[in-house]
């Protein structure tokens, strides 16, 4: 079956412009996380959804950066006035109802963002 | 906060060698324990998922083990193929921090032909 995707796989922007970043779960998937990866390092958790509201957000850097899952489904991780130190891959992974402690996080391809 | 440590950084080997790759956390109150494999420039796929109960799990030639009480896993890979080539990342999820996965850096594994 389809895996999680995220669009675009590239996108190139000026410091100081807005992007938005999609992400499609896998159908049926409740939870829904967004992870920062800069280069050489492992990801960093930004934020959790589970169904259409935000569980935890703790992970969000500053207030430039914001999430919506409004249908429970596909989510947008929007950044205001970019930063060069915004430049990372950004994955999306979701996981299925069940069990907490048996729940495999499922990732995408990512999205590359390069901020100019 | 819990942090989380992959030693080696990198590791070459020629084909065929068995290995082992190592992951610490300081907090050992984890829900699971996940080895995720990432090739250049791609999203993540998992490995193995360990549950707190569990010592070890296997797949094919992958083993990951788990000691919780020493704050330590390891992941080997027995007879090592070209193709095994990527970057090996652990991730814990802890009990009291809701579903987030906290990762180490990384393991990048080059075998050679």
């Known amino acids: 079956g389809a895996g999680v995707s995220q669009t675009p796989s590239n996108k190139v922007t000026e410091k100081g412009k807005y992007v938005e970043l999609r992400c499609d779960p896998i159908?049926?998937?409740?939870?829904l996380y967004w992870y920062r990866q800069s280069l050489g390092q492992g990801p960093e958790f930004l934020i959790y959804f589970q169904g259409t509201g935000a569980a935890d957000d703790s992970g969000l850097p500053n207030d430039r950066f914001f999430a919506v899952r409004p249908e429970g489904s596909v989510s947008t991780l929007k950044i205001q006035r970019t930063e060069r130190g915004d430049s990372a891959m950004y994955l999306c992974a979701s996981s299925p109802p069940g069990l907490a402690g048996a729940e495999t996080q499922y990732f995408g391809p990512g999205t590359r963002l390069l901020v100019l | 906060k819990q942090e989380v440590t992959q030693i080696p950084a990198a590791l070459s080997v020629p084909e065929g060698e068995n290995l082992v790759l190592n992951c610490s956390f300081t907090?050992?109150?984890?829900?699971?324990l996940q080895w995720f494999r990432q090739d250049p420039g791609k999203g993540l796929t998992s490995l193995l998922l360990?549950?707190?109960?569990?010592r070890e799990q296997t797949s094919g030639r992958l083993n990951a083990s788990l000691d919780k009480s020493s704050g330590r896993s390891t992941l080997y890979i027995a007879a090592s193929q070209p193709g095994d080539s990527a970057t090996y990342l652990c991730a814990v999820r802890l009990y009291n921090a809701g579903n987030m996965l906290t990762f180490g850096g990384g393991t990048r594994l080059m075998v050679k032909p």
């Open positions: 159908s049926g998937h409740t939870a």
């Open positions: 360990i549950q707190s109960s569990q």
């Open positions: 907090d050992s109150a984890i829900y699971n």
